[in-house]
């Protein structure tokens, strides 16, 4: 399983994903939007992360290539495979380099924008005049909260003699000072009093800390953005033991502003701190993406490269294959493109075309030696036959009235070889059909009506066979010679006849079928003849070889002289096995 995974896209594929996913989140990563801080630790190890996906990439990468060449090296079709990954790898890489360097240059030029002198100085002055902001709000309550405790301490014995008249001199000086919040405390943080619109519930004693160092002298301010407001502690020198703590609230948008700014300000400096790593790893991150880019256009080429060629390699071994001789091969077109799947069946018919050729030829070259041989046969075997039965005639005629003993012996001896002389003269003149067969005369002629006529030739005699006609045609009349298509019907009838009628000869009550089928299309007229008797005893291939027989007294030239009728007519002889009977296929070539 490891070993499958380790051989497959699967690995290239993965590498790829990786590189894709740490170079985005490198990018997120230096955009700050990522769940990991920008700082220099996690800069190096995301350098080294993309270091380790780029050498795994050009790892996979060569191993790839290596085991391509090293399982092409030996294979037709190398070159081809080998130019159609070049060009692909170098449309693909040559743009997204020059991308590359152009980006890079453009985000260096950008850097370089980023952190120029204008843009510094208006972060600081942003920075500046926040921080002027804040330092200005402190003096102002600063300012207020001091004067508030002069104003106090000058008053304060109305503290202890007139609570009435102290809470109105302590509400007027609250909202005179616009301080939205203000107490008095001891130096437990315990609240003493306050004015009178304030609310209770919201007051939080101020850290023992502050309230030491107030108790030293010191005015406290304490800014606190999380609440949007200013807060500010003193002593009253008219009691040591009793503070003024006033709050007065910032507006909620300017704190906001303020925080905008210094957060601004703090990842601006971060960048710039990190503007040489930033460079760095922009690099590295559009290095993956053109690695991968490149990655996948060698595995995308040698895929297509594959998927091109191996069409291109079997036409190359079946064209190898056809010039050694073999003409039986054929190219299945099942999943090809169709350009490939017409260039298949071209050569399909080609080679069928070259394969009938073919055989037409040899067909041809074949009766024309076994015509020699039937030539050569007759004139040798005709010579001596005419002597011989003039000289059992002249016997006959001597010795026939001289002979008493045995008499009916001797003539039927010369019956006999009377009888064996014709055979042989029957014999002589087939030969000579085979030899002498002349070239057919074509014209137009019923083909319907001959074929009915060779079966009411036989139908009369032969009352224990049923012959069916299926004429599938839509046209009677066909150009072919008659007297030769005529003696094709006769002769293939009569071998179904002499089949039926042996296989009746073991059982009477046998019933002989002879089916003919007439159909056609653009280029042959097709005769199916089929019958049901004891069926082909040689195979195909010695039925049509002439003086080859398997009957008693055949001579073995009825279906060479068919099959060489047909193959003047432009067409063939077929013989179609199946388990019960004959079938026999005659085609003749439309002209």
């Not at 191993?63 to 170098?90: D, V």
């Not at 449309?91 to 985000?107: E, Q, R």
């Not at 107490?183 to 009178?196: E, V």
């Amino acid at each position: 399983m490891i070993k499958k995974i380790l051989s497959s896209n699967l690995l290239l594929y993965f590498g790829t994903f990786l590189s894709i996913v740490f170079g985005i989140f490198t990018l997120y990563t230096f955009s700050g939007t990522s769940f990991v801080q920008l700082n220099e630790n996690n800069i190096q190890i995301l350098l080294i992360i993309n270091l380790i996906v780029i050498c795994l990439l050009f790892f996979l990468i060569i191993r790839k290539l290596i085991g391509f060449f090293y399982k092409s090296k030996e294979r037709t079709g190398l070159s081809t495979n080998l130019n159609f990954i070049k060009y692909f790898i170098f449309v693909t890489a040559i743009p997204s380099i020059f991308v590359a360097i152009f980006s890079l240059m453009l985000f260096n030029l950008g850097i370089e924008k980023w952190f120029d002198k204008k843009v510094n100085d208006v972060v600081n002055n942003s920075v500046e005049v926040a921080r002027n902001y804040l330092e200005e709000n402190q003096n102002s309550i600063k300012g207020e909260i001091l004067a508030m405790a002069n104003d106090l301490n000058r008053n304060f014995n109305l503290y202890s003699e007139n609570k009435t008249l102290f809470q109105n001199y302590f509400d007027q000086q609250t909202r005179f000072r616009k301080i939205e919040e203000a107490y008095l405390i001891n130096k437990d943080g315990t609240l003493l009093f306050s004015a009178s619109f304030t609310n209770k519930n919201n007051f939080f004693s101020p850290l023992k800390t502050f309230i030491e160092m107030a108790q030293n002298g010191q005015t406290i301010l304490i800014s606190d953005a999380n609440k949007n407001q200013t807060n500010a502690l003193v002593k009253l020198s008219s009691n040591e033991n009793i503070f003024l703590y006033a709050i007065r609230y910032v507006d909620p948008e300017t704190v906001n502003f303020l925080k905008k700014t210094g957060e601004a300000s703090t990842f601006y400096y971060k960048l710039k701190s990190n503007s040489l790593g930033l460079q760095i790893t922009f690099a590295v991150v559009y290095i993956i993406i053109v690695s991968s880019l490149i990655m996948l256009s060698s595995v995308y080429a040698i895929n297509i490269a594959n998927k091109i060629s191996k069409p291109i390699i079997k036409l190359i071994y079946a064209a190898k294959s056809v010039s050694a001789g073999n003409l039986d091969v054929k190219l299945k077109d099942e999943k090809e493109d169709d350009d490939f799947r017409k260039l298949y069946q071209t050569f399909n018919i080609m080679t069928q075309e070259i394969q009938a050729q073919k055989n037409k030829i040899a067909l041809t070259e074949r009766y024309q030696a076994w015509e020699m041989v039937a030539k050569k046969l007759a004139h040798e075997i005709k010579n001596p036959l005419t002597p011989i039965t003039l000289s059992l005639e002249r016997i006959k005629d001597r010795y026939s009235k001289q002979i008493n003993v045995d008499k009916a012996d001797f003539e039927n001896y010369l019956n006999i070889i009377s009888r064996q002389v014709e055979d042989i003269g029957k014999l002589v003149n087939e030969f000579s059909d085979f030899a002498r067969m002349p070239n057919p005369i074509i014209k137009s002629n019923n083909l319907k009506k001959l074929i009915e006529d060779t079966i009411n030739l036989y139908k009369l005699s032969e009352k224990k066979i049923i012959f069916n006609l299926v004429y599938k045609s839509s046209n009677e009349f066909f150009e072919f010679d008659l007297s030769q298509i005529s003696r094709v019907l006769i002769n293939v009838v009569k071998n179904s006849l002499e089949s039926i009628n042996e296989k009746q000869e073991t059982d009477n009550n046998f019933q002989g079928i002879i089916n003919i089928l007439v159909e056609n299309n653009n280029e042959f007229i097709y005769i199916t003849i089929e019958d049901n008797g004891v069926g082909f005893k040689s195979t195909p291939k010695d039925l049509v070889a002439p003086f080859i027989t398997t009957k008693q007294h055949g001579s073995g030239l009825g279906l060479s002289i068919v099959s060489k009728i047909l193959h003047e007519h432009g067409g063939d002889l077929n013989f179609i096995e199946q388990s019960n009977g004959a079938k026999i296929k005659l085609s003749i070539k439309i002209n």
